[in-house]
Nanobody, 123 residues
């Protein structure tokens, strides 16, 4: 059974930083591209970032603008999202997801999802 468990969310002031983690089990982690998505209240889920199994290929949403960085540790079956210069508009539930092999930006193309972690940025 595949499980993706996010952690690291919380409340932070604007301009602050958070580091999200997603621990994976039940799959051969090093074969999978891992992605981060987010969903704010009343809005559709949107792509944030993805990283291929090699770690050398990444993809970011335009709104990231160099503020966020995705990384992974295949030995720990964990993917990270370092978020800097957070703004109130970054407030959302952040989800990690897994898809086989290639980089993808579309949520429906991901096979497995975590339960999400809340990120709240106060102004």
């Amino acid at each position: 059974q595949v499980q993706l468990v996010e952690s690291g969310g919380g409340l932070v002031q604007a301009g602050g930083s958070l580091r999200l983690s997603c621990a994976a089990s039940g799959l051969t982690f090093s074969y999978y591209t891992m992605g981060w998505f987010r969903q704010a209240p009343g809005k559709e889920r949107e792509f944030v970032a993805s990283i291929r199994w090699t770690g050398g290929n990444t993809n970011y949403a335009d709104f990231v603008k160099g503020r966020f960085s995705i990384s992974r540790d295949n030995a720990k079956n964990t993917v990270y999202l370092q978020m800097n210069s957070l703004q109130p508009e970054d407030t959302a539930v952040y989800y990690c997801a897994a898809t086989f092999d290639v980089l993808r930006r579309i949520g429906s193309e991901y096979d497995y999802w975590g339960q999400g972690t809340q990120v709240t940025v106060s102004s």
